[in-house]
């Protein structure tokens, strides 16, 4: 157990311990992309940030928006997988990547959706958005993503369209689109599995078009989605994630001139990523770090326990000890629960974002009886007759 350096003042208390963690700074990540974004998403540690919250042109990445609404939607029972949805002459007059879809075609959903997925089809998008839009319009469509987008948390994300094709006012930051690609792996892992597939064959009409644009998927480094884009606004972009052993990084680039550019910096980011940083447990649940004083308690002090293992990601190499800190206002006014939250420990990796980690009571510290009481009242009298009223908390 550490015990804390108290300060002078009774309400907050702060201390000083060495975590005994070997840490170098990590060579910082020179990317060529407009935008770069990469998360670790067990820690939800940011291991780069460029321009990530500056709306930009997302191209078909905005399309991940139309699939997570369609999931949700399916999940909802609002859509089924084997429900045939018909094709407008709207859906139909998109260029670009396409399914080729006509309006004779009657559409199964999951082929619409392995088709925005895989081959990118403008028109399959099209078709899944007006089939749940509010209005039956792909622009009402457009005007609930952005309002859903809203509400997970994608500040600097408006959508005019279904597909992402070139549009005034068509922007998401990549921040937005590592948050969105985190929804999409949290929220609905049964289909998940689809942003991994490297082909899929609609009807034989597209052989030109029945393969994933995704680079990584193939390479062997963990890669298992999300999705490409490409514009001549937006430059070449991707939405992607990556697993290693009990990592997952979420990453995104946009802005490159060239595919070859793309499939590059996006190899190199996933190997930076996973070679220059580790996760490491600084503290297991229940196992005290630290003290803190107790007011009118049966008990003077509590134990500050983590309510979890606490799992953080830092450099990778060797090097020297971090320091971190134990803070909570106090001394703490009993009766106190058992898994109270108490305190924090702050801990300062050199080069990443400071990490606030929440520490609760390890056991429960009832009021104190008369007695306390008492000696309570006493050590109050004493400390106003020896430094006077201010010297009283």
């Given at each position: ?60 990445m ?5 699939l ?14 084997d ?23 009657r ?17 399959a ?19 609930y ?35 969105l ?9 049964e ?7 490297t ?20 390479l ?37 001139d ?5 499939a ?10 996973f ?6 447990t ?13 007011w ?80 309570t ?17």
């Open positions: 157990m550490i015990d804390i350096l108290k300060s002078s003042a009774r309400l907050i208390a702060v201390g000083g311990l060495a975590l005994n963690l070997s840490t170098l700074s990590a060579t910082a990540f020179e990317t060529k992309a407009r935008a770069a974004y990469v998360v670790d998403q067990l820690t939800d540690t940011v291991l780069l940030a460029k321009n990530g919250e500056q709306p930009l042109p997302p191209a078909s905005s399309k991940l928006m139309t997570y609404v369609a999931f949700e939607a399916i999940r909802d029972g609002r859509l089924t997988l429900e045939k949805l018909p094709v407008s002459e709207h859906a139909m007059s998109y260029g670009g990547s396409t399914m080729f879809l006509d309006t004779t075609d559409v199964r959903v999951e082929d619409l959706i392995r088709g925005v997925i895989v081959l990118s089809g403008n028109d998008c099209v078709v899944l958005a007006e089939a749940l839009s509010p209005d039956g319009t792909e622009a009402g469509f457009a005007r993503m952005t309002k859903r987008a809203q509400q997970l948390g994608m500040t600097n994300s408006t959508f005019a369209n279904a597909n992402g094709w070139p549009a005034a006012g068509h922007r998401m930051s990549i921040q937005d689109l590592a948050i690609a985190e929804h999409l792996i949290e929220d609905f892992p289909y998940y599995s689809l942003f991994s597939e082909e899929f064959q609609f009807d034989g009409r597209a052989p030109s078009n029945t393969r994933n644009r995704n680079p990584l998927l193939k062997g480094i963990g890669a298992d989605g999300l999705k490409t884009g490409h514009t001549s606004e937006a430059g070449y972009g991707l939405v992607g994630s990556a697993v290693q052993g009990d990592r997952r990084v979420i990453f995104v680039v946009s802005g490159l060239s595919n070859a550019a793309r590059e910096e996006a190899e190199a980011l996933v190997t930076w990523s070679r220059q940083f580790t996760q490491k600084i503290a297991k649940a229940s196992v005290p770090v630290a003290q803190a004083e107790v009118r308690g049966a008990q003077n002090t509590v134990g500050l326990v983590p309510a979890e293992d606490m799992v953080v990601l830092l450099p990778a190499l060797s090097g020297k000890q971090i320091n971190a800190e134990v803070v909570y206002t106090g001394p703490i006014e009993a009766p106190i629960a058992k898994g109270q939250n108490l305190a924090e420990l702050v801990v300062q990796p050199e080069d990443l974002p400071e990490i606030r980690l929440p520490l609760v009571a390890a056991n429960d510290v009832p009021s104190g009886g008369f007695i306390v009481r008492v000696q009242a006493a050590s109050i009298l004493a400390a106003r007759f020896i430094n006077g009223p201010e010297g009283a908390m």
